[in-house]
């Protein structure tokens, strides 16, 4: 992972550089509005495709991609059950970044 160098020194209060570059690349996994539902669907319960398909009103395809992306940052992960995979949060840190944001939007209407 490259370091960019216009990062902030490292200090009491501020984490290392390689740490901001991480939570720089989770907040973009996090930063479409497709996966911020998805998220928030996951939230409540894990989730198989077609199930998020149905309550996103997206594509199978679409959802799939996005799956893919949440997947390979660590926010979601699959647990195959026979022919279907059924998708989770990793933990409740990043629903909590999603919830609050989102909160936060619908404050400042």
């Known amino acids: 992972m490259d370091v960019p160098a216009d990062l902030p020194a490292p200090g009491p209060e501020t984490p290392g550089s390689t740490s901001l570059v991480a939570a720089g690349d989770l907040l973009r996994a996090l930063a479409a509005p497709v996966?911020?539902?998805?998220?928030?669907?996951l939230r409540s319960s894990p989730r198989?495709?077609?199930?998020?398909?149905?309550?996103?009103?997206?594509?199978?395809?679409?959802?799939?991609?996005?799956?893919?992306?949440?997947?390979?940052?660590?926010?979601?992960?699959g647990d195959r059950r026979g022919r279907e995979?059924?998708?989770?949060?990793?933990?409740?840190?990043?629903?909590?970044?999603?919830?609050?944001?989102?909160?936060?939007?619908?404050e400042e209407s």
């Open 48 to 77: 198989c495709v077609h199930e998020l398909v149905d309550a996103l009103a997206v594509t199978q395809p679409l959802i799939s991609q996005h799956l893919r992306v949440l997947k390979a940052a660590g926010v979601v992960r």
């Open 85 to 106: 995979v059924v998708y989770r949060l990793v933990d409740d840190h990043l629903a909590h970044i999603v919830v609050d944001a989102v909160a936060h939007v619908e």
């Open 35 to 41: 996966r911020i539902a998805i998220v928030l669907q």
